[in-house]
């Protein structure tokens, strides 16, 4: 057990620290978006390839598949609804149930396999790095957030808002090659009406779907014996 928690810690520690650095160390250095970019996909390949020996039974792999395949198709189906989609909702949900590991693959791959359809681009590094931070602190605070629904509703509305942020700094490395703070906070600016749409969407889509999908992904798990797996 503690071998595991320390083994966590380092995985969290080197994700959050790999990519956060590369925001930075994009401000320092000429040619600072392409090494934040790698840094970026340093991290996410360094959680990939850790949590991928974390997880081997089939309730956990299908249960996370479920959740990101509603989470896709939630994002493809609500395309014309710009920042109004469930997919940071379903991402939070996964991590809450499931883990982090679960929140941490559901959003990745949200990303990664929704934009088959929105378009593929460096960009698409970026949306998996924030959704992936996102359904990892899901899963992590999960005990928090499902004891207590008013801190749920603060955190759904926070991803929001972290991730419009997340992404106005991937603008200010594309359009710069380096973290310029001007364009950042311009960015930032300009995108508000974004931003609100991104937390009040979330919120919604948790208050409709939470306590629901909640209770049905616990009785599968209870059905499967998924919480005993996990004891193991």
Request: aromatic content about 12%; glycine content about 10%.
């Amino acid at each position: 057990m503690r071998n595991d928690v320390l083994r966590r810690g380092l995985l969290i520690g080197s994700f959050l620290l790999l990519g956060f650095g590369s925001a930075y160390a994009a401000s320092l250095l000429d040619g600072g978006g392409a090494l934040a970019l790698s840094l970026l996909l340093g991290a996410m390949l360094l959680a990939m390839l850790i949590f991928s020996g974390r997880r081997d039974d089939p309730s956990f792999v299908t249960l996370t598949a479920v959740l990101t395949a509603l989470s896709v198709v939630g994002r493809i189906v609500l395309a014309p609804t710009a920042g109004f989609k469930p997919c940071t909702a379903m991402i939070i949900i996964a991590g809450m149930t499931l883990g982090a590991e679960s929140g941490f693959f559901c959003g990745t791959f949200t990303a990664l396999v929704s934009n088959i359809y929105f378009g593929q681009g460096l960009w698409t590094l970026y949306q998996m790095f924030s959704w992936g931070l996102i359904g990892l602190v899901a899963g992590l605070a999960a005990a928090l957030l499902r004891r207590h629904k008013p801190l749920l509703i603060c955190y759904a509305a926070a991803s929001g808002c972290i991730y419009s942020l997340l992404m106005d700094v991937f603008s200010t490395l594309w359009e710069d090659g380096f973290f310029n703070p001007v364009r950042f906070i311009a960015l930032t600016a300009t995108t508000v009406p974004y931003t609100i749409s991104y937390a009040v969407s979330n919120v919604f889509f948790i208050l409709l779907l939470g306590d629901r999908m909640i209770f049905s992904i616990e009785r599968v798990k209870r059905r499967y014996g998924y919480d005993t797996k996990q004891k193991e």
